[in-house]
């Protein structure tokens, strides 16, 4: 599986980015898929996730309400839709995979497949 991310950029406070990650290989509408984002210094962290069907969404508590993950299963896609964008937001944002699992865990464990980051940037 390999997974490509794209969508990231500069953004002013209060705006909005969304984010996309395609996949190739094996069959997209069987696993679950998450967003993870690391800030510079620090340890990367669980943002978002969605299970196989796109049915399930599960969130940070620091992006829950800003921020919405979803999936198109016949482009092999998922996308991360953030809206009020915060500074503390600023990071490289990942998309990963997880083959073993139709409902995604929340946190890193599980996760076999990243793509290559992509970086967001929200100016005060």
């Known amino acids: 599986v390999q997974l490509q991310a794209s969508g990231g950029g500069l953004v002013q406070a209060g705006g909005s980015l969304r984010l996309s990650c395609v996949s190739s290989?094996?069959?997209?509408?069987?696993?679950?898929m998450a967003w993870f984002r690391q800030a510079p210094g620090k340890a990367r962290e669980f943002v978002a996730a969605v299970s196989w069907s796109g049915g399930a969404t599960y969130y940070a508590d620091s992006v829950k309400g800003r921020f919405t993950i979803s999936r198109d299963n016949a482009k092999k896609t998922v996308y991360l839709q953030m809206n009020s964008l915060k500074p503390e937001d600023t990071a490289v944002y990942y998309c990963?995979?997880?083959?073993?699992?139709?409902?995604?865990?929340?946190?890193?464990?599980?996760?076999?497949?990243w793509g290559q980051g992509t970086l967001v940037t929200v100016s005060s």
């Open positions: 990963a995979a997880d083959l073993s699992r139709r409902t995604p865990v929340v946190g890193l464990a599980g996760y076999d497949y």
């Open positions: 290989g094996v069959t997209f509408n069987s696993y679950a």
